[in-house]
């Protein structure tokens, strides 16, 4: 039997189906010893801090995190930080092979004027802020204006318009940041604005969250229906229709057809929207945009513009895999082919592909880069693993530490009649974990 030392970096969805391949490949010749290393003292990655806090059922993917948790050949060493307490050369030396499936947490740039004006904001920033991330708790989010502007069409500009625009009532039994709530209970926002550069046809929404939309309690949702008619004439060009794209135009339509309830919270949704200046003094006041066309199925400017009074604005352009010692960065991911970087390093997940697929696109991804790693291994290294990369008396938090944080907040959820209340300062999670 030959048993092989495996480290994955970063506790997100990607770096837990990575270690559920790794045990669904062990046989009576080959095992693997799993150490996942996590920066935060919580793991769990997007689903914690990622996935809005309205939506509970994609987080239940974190019972299927806690059962490969629970398998004898994994550890977890969260409060270690790859850089800084250990080195990706150590990671190297000390394993057979080593998985950074460390994600892409930096927000995207929009590259134009006004741009880091006070209350321009990136979803990088502002979506871990209601989702109590330690690291994103001080974020200034000013929320006196009554229009906010969200730039960009995919899930993650619906998730921060949704939060915006939704009644915060709504959000009292989820487990959204304690400091988001109480600041979205005083919100004077009414209007949120999504507004995507090219036309429907070409939204990255997917349709289960358009067709979400007309479901809120409170809040009218507004798609312009020539809009969504002008975009289905041009897919349908050239003949069949691809599946997806005619859910996503068919739930768009539906929005733009259904009768609205007079409230005043409004959630509306732009298409050939394309923004090109932040105006405002010192703080945003203003968004101005050229409006595009499509031609001949090219998307192309026109001389036109306007301008969306607002005081907020938020961009969710997509996102970029952080930079650290040992590892290029290209096109926003990290430099590699098919998830192998160099010798005994891989990559899966964001920091691979870049920041593409929903949480279940990470399983058949890291199940692949499994596959060849497992190809590439040779013998068993004899080494000690991470025990002897940590300085003694670092407060690492494991598997049974973290139980200890997810049962307390779980306890003070159940009082407040929420999944949990999740503790946001660093200090005392690990004191929770380590009492
Ligand atoms: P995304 O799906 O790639 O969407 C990014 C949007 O930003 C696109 O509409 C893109 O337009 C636009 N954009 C990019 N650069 C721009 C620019 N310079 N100016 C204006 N617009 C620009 O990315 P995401 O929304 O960050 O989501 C990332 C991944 O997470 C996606 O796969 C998404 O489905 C997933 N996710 C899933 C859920 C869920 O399942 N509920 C929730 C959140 C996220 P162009 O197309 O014109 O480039």
């Not at 994600?103 to 880091?116: F, Q, T």
């Not at 809120?216 to 050239?238: C, F, M, P, S």
């Not at 010192?282 to 009074?309: M, R, Y």
């Amino acid at each position: 039997m030959r048993k092989f030392k495996i480290a994955i970096v970063g506790a997100g969805p990607a770096g837990y189906f990575t270690a559920q391949a790794f045990q669904n490949a062990q046989t009576e010749e080959i095992s693997f010893a799993i150490d996942m290393i996590e920066r935060l003292p919580t793991p769990w990655g997007l689903v914690r801090s990622g996935v809005a806090p309205d939506h509970p059922k994609i987080k239940t993917v974190s019972k299927v995190f806690e059962k490969i948790a629970k398998e004898p050949n994994f550890r977890l060493f969260a409060n270690v930080e790859l850089g800084k307490d250990v080195s990706l050369k150590d990671l190297r030396d000390q394993y057979d092979a080593v998985v950074l499936s460390t994600g892409a947490s930096k927000g995207r740039k929009l590259g134009i004027p006004g741009e880091d004006l006070a209350n321009s904001l990136s979803a990088a920033d502002f979506v871990p802020w209601y989702n109590a991330h330690p690291d994103y708790v001080n974020i200034e989010v000013d929320l006196s204006s009554d229009t906010a502007v969200v730039i960009g069409a995919g899930n993650v500009a619906m998730d921060v318009a949704r939060m915006l625009a939704i009644d915060p009532t709504e959000l009292d039994q989820t487990d959204v940041a304690e400091h988001a709530l109480v600041k979205l209970k005083q919100s004077s926002i009414r209007t949120v604005i999504i507004c995507g550069r090219r036309g429907p046809e070409h939204a990255a929404f997917t349709a289960p969250e358009i067709r979400d939309l007309p479901k809120l309690e409170n809040t009218d949702v507004y798609i312009n229906g020539n809009q969504i008619k002008a975009a289905t004439e041009r897919a349908n060009i050239g003949g069949q229709i691809e599946k997806d794209l005619r859910n996503n135009l068919e739930a768009m339509k539906l929005i733009a057809e259904h009768s609205k309830k007079g409230v005043d919270r409004k959630l509306e949704i732009k298409f050939l929207s394309m923004p090109i200046e932040i105006k405002g003094n010192k703080k945003v006041e203003e968004v101005v945009f050229t409006i595009n066309k499509v031609e001949d199925g090219e998307v192309i400017s026109t001389n036109e513009t306007f301008a969306i009074k607002a005081g907020l604005v938020i961009t969710a352009i997509g996102y970029d895999a952080v930079e650290y010692l040992g590892v290029i960065i290209e096109n926003g991911r990290i430099n590699n082919i098919a998830g192998h970087i160099e010798h005994n390093v891989y990559t899966t997940g964001w920091a691979k592909r870049g920041p593409t697929g929903v949480i279940g696109t990470n399983k058949s991804d890291s199940s692949d880069v499994v596959d060849l790693i497992i190809e590439n291994l040779k013998e068993p290294k004899i080494s000690e693993g991470i025990t002897t990369l940590l300085k003694s008396g670092h407060e690492v938090i494991d598997q049974l530490a973290w139980e200890k944080i997810n049962a307390s907040e779980v306890i003070s959820g159940e009082i407040a009649g929420k999944p949990r209340v999740k503790e946001v300062k660093r200090e005392k999670l690990i004191n929770i974990g380590l009492s």
